[in-house]
């Protein structure tokens, strides 16, 4: 089969083997999401060698429970062992011997098939197209700062950054009862936040040290720096962005200021699918662009574009 | 009077008026302690200009209320607005309009004299003595990880840096039911902590990714990095010193790890002195020598040396 490999930070478009795991699901893709992550695999942020891609909808094609066959999915994309103890005291996405989509040890998604484990997947509801169920797994990271932390009604909360996933945030945010407001550069951005009635502001009206929670969606050096600047002492910086490389921090003044700065991740997929369902959250108009697996470099050329949102790949 | 003062990242024992502010208290300094923000601030951390110092116990001399007069006192080092957003909305330690004691904006404690609002100053126990009353401020330090988060009776608690603070902050944690192991180079520091039955832990022993909560008190590159590697996935790693620059940080660990990272600075007056009056804490032992003011630089040379803990002033 036809598949997009990474190795030693080079895209190429190879013949691969089927995958052959009879002990997990195979699942056929449809339609393959172009995350920052994978910008960022391809600029060495992990040393990542194999078929790379994380987001997609898929069909089940074999699998070792046969009632599975026929169901269209998309997949959790932590393989965990369920024995160690991060997954037996309820961190299974922290699962010291995990393998991860096409980021981690397991070949990912752009690609004709893929293989998980049974307990990864999850049923699309019939209402949910493929385009919007392609979101569950980045609607999922979006939900997971409210796994981490409540919101209150009176909270200021500044959201730096709506590209791909900074839209699916400020969607799932606007559903709080706190008080957003959204750093968007690009127009477009802008406007399919002011479609949601959602408040955007510019970088040079963001008042310093005011925002009780601010989190930081852009993975640039200056999003960061804009969000130290922004969140008032004792409040919480939320970073849902992998940045490749180190960078340069003032500690002290975060011990200071007592600060909170929070890593964020992988989320939960069940309401994910169920905001999808339920259309409380609305990705379409997040799709830029979609193409053919054949013309995955220029799918990944469009997505590094700034202001791109989403790029699709038709498998 | 006579006074240390810094100017330019210079000490230099100068002679000054006695302080002169009917609005505050006057207090006769009896002993001081150095605290490495001290030496931090030596070292340009912040660019204060005027009597350093802010750790002390003294008496009354003269106040707004006369009633005062006489007590033997200590104080909290931060003098707020009381109106401004954080002062209104219980965060004081965070005034926006905030003068510390011998940090910010307001002189300090190595003189003869110095002043304070009434409503920062804490009468002592006639239990507690003055070489014990004088760790009252970093005991609320070491105590507001306390304010911060619960800690539970299974969490593996590693503290890194038995110094100065680390000591209080280990007799604290030791009143917790946690499981707490610290990290103690110099083996007078490991005996203080043995002599309270406190467990202590070599750097080469520290599992990597196994602890809950991580405290870092040696405010060093090497500590922030050990702790940085001790700290289990969706753990929490508590700042408690100031570094002097900045430091290169990979936040994508931290983002992928989904660790929380926690600043952590002034404490609660109330049960410092408590703590101090049942000697559930005792400072004893914690004193590596003590000195005249005239003899403050051979002072501040001596605090400034590995291993040694507490240096006083008597003043």
Known sequence: MQA???????LELREVPKPNRPDEALIRIRKAGICSTDLELVKGYYPFTGIIGHEFVGEVVDAPDKSW?????VGEINAVCGTCEACMNGRPTHCENRTVLGISNRNGVFAEYTTLPLKNLYRVPDSVSDEAAMFTEPLAAALEIQEQIKFQKADRVLLIGA??????????LALTSCDLHVVARNSHAQQLLAARGIKVIADSDVQSQKW????EATGSTEGFTLARRAVRPRGTMIL???????????????VVDEITVLGSRCGPFEPALRLLETREVDPSGLISDQYKLGDAFKAFEKAAQPGVLK???EI
Chains 1, 2 share one sequence.
């Open 69 to 73: 066959i026929g169901q269209r999915v």
């Open 163 to 172: 590209g791909r996933l900074g839209q699916l945030i400020a969607q799932t």
């Open 4 to 10: 997009l490999w990474l190795e030693n930070q080079q």
């Open 311 to 313: 790029v699709l790949l």
């Open 240 to 254: 849902k962005s992998t940045y490749a490389g180190d960078m340069s921090v003032n500690i002290s003044s975060i």
């Open 212 to 215: 009780d929670v601010v989190i």
